[in-house]
């Protein structure tokens, strides 16, 4: 925590814009400064709840007000890189909400500006900042699931139906800065399938799969166009594995004591009747841990105002963006090379 108050403008006050806004302000060593949207009767609205706030349609005039520290960006995609680098510019730290950028040169770009003007770019990777897969993370690192085997995720909802993005660019964002984080790196081979049905070129399912450099692989099924709201990640070890359901109201997350156990100098193959083989499965106790959860949103935004008085990168920082963005890049021309 920092005693410093900083003066962060947030930019864009569409779909996510307005709850940034609200844990912004909540921030006891942050003040809102400024609100900043294109559409009047947006600002207006979302303005209302913070009367202290300036209101302005004007992004030039934010980078201009030398009492703003910090901007923050809840814009369309394709504006990312255009706004981002203009605050860099302005001397301004940065907030961007994922993904970083439309490609890796973009994303490649912002890092660079950043370190060049000596300041915070951090990338809204909200997840990372959840109590939850905080917790999965502890699991890994401390050894509890043995080594880890593979991991998959599925991020699926009916709606909301995007034009500017696929749903890979829309929901994976998520599943890769978590398994990335789980990890401790980005994926060495990628491979995706797609498939548009309502807009073509657009694809509303997409089933991704990373190969990483020790072995361990992941799979993500992401959609925009699925009869159930799921939000789950499995890790699977050779020790124990965990389910997290960021959806469970109550069970985030199970740690299962299940496996199968090897003997030394014995596969699989070598016993002679089912019994013997059964012996080999282990299905022990299953825990669900009491997770203390606060609004990772609110985590999210404090540790941008830590960095700031800090000047220490935060774990979402530019660099966490640019390697999300390269893995949605290469997902990308994987789709396109099979079409």
Partial sequence: MTNATFHIAVVGLGHWGPNLARNVN????????????????????????????????????????????????????HTHFELASAALRAGKHTFVEKPLARTSDEARKLVKLADAEGLILMVGHVFLYNAAVRQVK?????????????IYAQRLNLGIVRQDVNALWNFAPHDISIINYWLEGAPVQVDAHGY??????????????????????????????????V???TVVGSKKMVVYDDVSPDAKIKLFDKGVDRKPGHGLGSY?????????????DLLIPKIRFTEPLRAEC???????????PPLADGRNGLAVVEVLEAADRAMKTEK
């Fill in 302 to 312: 404090q540790a941008f105002v830590d960095a700031i008085h800090t000047g220490e």
């Fill in 26 to 77: 909540a921030l006891p060593n942050a003040r809102l400064h400024t609100l900043c949207d294109a559409d009047p009767a947006r600002l207006q609205s979302v303005g209302a709840q913070y009367p202290a706030a300036r209101q302005t349609d004007d992004f030039e005039s934010v980078l201009a007000d030398p009492e703003v520290d910090a901007v923050v960006l809840a814009t369309p995609v």
């Fill in 231 to 233: 939000r789950r990640m």
């Fill in 138 to 150: 502890h699991y890994i690192d401390s050894g509890e699931l043995g080594d880890i085997y593979y």
């Fill in 272 to 284: 002679a009747t089912f019994g013997e083989f059964q012996l080999l499965l282990r299905a022990g």
């Fill in 196 to 229: 548009d049905y309502l807009q073509p070129g657009i694809e509303d399912v997409v089933f991704m799969n990373l190969a990483y450099a020790g072995g361990q692989a992941a799979a993500v099924h992401v959609s925009w166009l699925d009869p159930n709201k």
